[in-house]
């Protein structure tokens, strides 16, 4: 029974920040590739930053990168997302999910199999 769960989402201002948290259950944690996705209201979740299960890739989108920092710490299954700088254009549901894609370089989406229910980030004044 492998479950994620999102958590620390919330309401900042532009230039705010906010740390989500990602804890995965059923599972042996550092064998997982971990994701943080987000969605727009009627949009598909699209891809914010995944670390691979052996930490060889860590990918950010271009519209993250330098303001937002995946992170893992396997000893306690946990996943983070700090995010500075928030955007508006950063206002989403954000999922985390896993992967137990056996290869790191070619992770496709329909290789993330498990996902969170969401937190919601909203960023406005």
């Known amino acids: 029974q492998v479950q994620v769960m999102e958590s620390g989402g919330g309401s900042v201002q532009p230039g705010g920040s906010l740390r989500l948290s990602c804890t995965g259950s059923?599972?042996?944690?550092?064998?997982?590739?971990m994701g943080w996705f987000r969605q727009y209201p009627g949009g598909g979740r699209q891809v914010v930053a995944y670390?691979?299960?052996?930490?060889?890739?860590?990918f950010y989108s271009d519209s993250v990168k330098g303001r937002f920092t995946i992170s893992r710490e396997n000893s306690k299954s946990m996943l983070y997302l700090q995010m500075n700088d928030l955007k508006p254009e950063d206002t989403a549901m954000y999922y985390c999910?896993?992967?137990?894609?056996?290869?790191?370089?070619?992770?496709?989406?329909?290789?993330?199999?498990?996902w969170g229910r969401g937190t919601q980030v909203t960023v406005s004044a």
């Open positions: 999910a896993a992967s137990d894609y056996i290869y790191e370089y070619d992770i496709q989406f329909q290789d993330w199999k498990y």
């Open positions: 059923g599972m042996t944690f550092g064998q997982y590739t």
């Open positions: 670390i691979t299960w052996m930490n060889h890739v860590i």
